[in-house]
């Protein structure tokens, strides 16, 4: 038997988490059976384990979009029994049961190779968060974006999109304007590396069709009023890379940014990537990420904590990352 937080959903359609046991044998279909060694605890996975947000389409169902630890058993010959492994995304934690519990079964093209030098706590404390971030670094490199373009602004910078948006931005020599609803986070961020910190009051509500020109770019978490204020304040042929929605999906904006300042919205999917570009991320983040800024912005829980840590991690009372030991 194993251990796992599974969520189920009662006749009038409330959502109950609850940490159970289980067999391998009611794990779903798939190729290959992953012993998991450590998890994380993102927004998504937040809403879905309290039921705030409609993240989890089918019942019961396991949460959790990451996953890191060894295979034990594979159908496939491309994995073999030993091999590192991490999941993060095709829909783990949504659809198919996902890396809060203590054995997975996926299927192998979701498996990619953990990094021989990031170790199973390591790519959980990057996870999703920190992958989406490498993402959009990429997208807006690609885009051509230097550090002599200017300020590039992270909004919910002390999220876990944010914080290490924000580490990596600095780490590669970008002037950093970090967003936060917590100013009380401002020593967290500016040991990050932000140069600069940003009350999200500044742009969370509704602006005008176009601002002062502020920054080069933006990696965006945030959604909603703040994403159309941050596109209205980029500069003439700057980029904004949209990765999340924490205050909405709605996009509140006019067309002005992008026709009179040549502005460029990219949309970064984090969930279908192809292997090549997750391979090329996380070779990336195995590279540059600060290992030491990295513990610093971890917190380690166990996995029964995850429930009530859900509620934190919506109630805004949570920076960095929060990984889950599931053998605890």
Request: hydrophobic share 40%; with cysteine; glycine share 12%.
């Amino acid at each position: 038997m194993f251990q796992a937080i599974l969520v189920n959903q009662t006749e009038d359609q409330r959502s109950t988490a609850a940490l159970t046991r289980l067999e391998p044998s009611d794990l779903p279909e798939g190729d290959v059976r992953v012993r998991v060694e450590w998890s994380t605890l993102n927004y998504k996975d937040a809403l879905g384990i309290t039921g705030q947000g409609p993240v989890i389409r089918r019942f019961p169902l396991v949460p959790g979009i990451d996953l890191a630890g060894v295979v034990e058993e594979s159908d496939h010959g491309d994995w073999q029994p030993g091999d590192r492994v991490l999941v993060n995304g095709w829909g783990i934690g949504e659809g198919h049961w996902g890396g809060l519990a203590q054995q997975a079964r996926v299927r192998s093209e979701w498996l990619t190779r953990l990094p021989d030098d990031l170790s199973p706590r390591q790519a959980m404390s990057i996870g999703t968060a920190g992958y989406t971030a490498m993402l959009s670094l990429i997208a807006l490199e690609r885009q051509g974006l230097t550090p002599a373009h200017g300020d590039v602004l992270v909004t919910g910078a002390s999220g876990g999109v944010g914080s290490v948006a924000v580490m990596l931005l600095a780490k590669r020599g970008y002037r950093v304007i970090a967003a936060t609803g917590r100013t009380e986070e401002a020593d967290y961020l500016k040991a990050l590396g932000a140069a600069e910190i940003l009350h999200r009051d500044e742009l969370s509500g509704p602006g005008k069709p176009l601002g002062k020109a502020r920054w080069a770019a933006v990696i965006d978490s945030v959604g909603s009023h703040t994403l159309a204020n941050a596109c209205a304040q980029t500069q003439e042929d700057g980029w904004v890379a949209a990765c999340g929605l924490a205050q909405g999906m709605d996009f509140p904006a006019t067309v002005a940014p992008f026709i009179l300042r040549g502005v460029t919205l990219l949309g970064i999917n984090s969930v279908t990537r192809p292997q090549a570009e997750r391979d090329e991320a996380w070779r990336r983040l195995a590279e540059e990420i600060d290992r030491n800024m990295l513990k610093g912005m971890t917190r380690e829980i166990a996995l029964l904590e995850a429930i009530d840590a859900a509620s934190e991690l919506l109630a805004g009372k949570v920076h960095g990352r929060l990984v889950v030991d599931v053998n605890r």
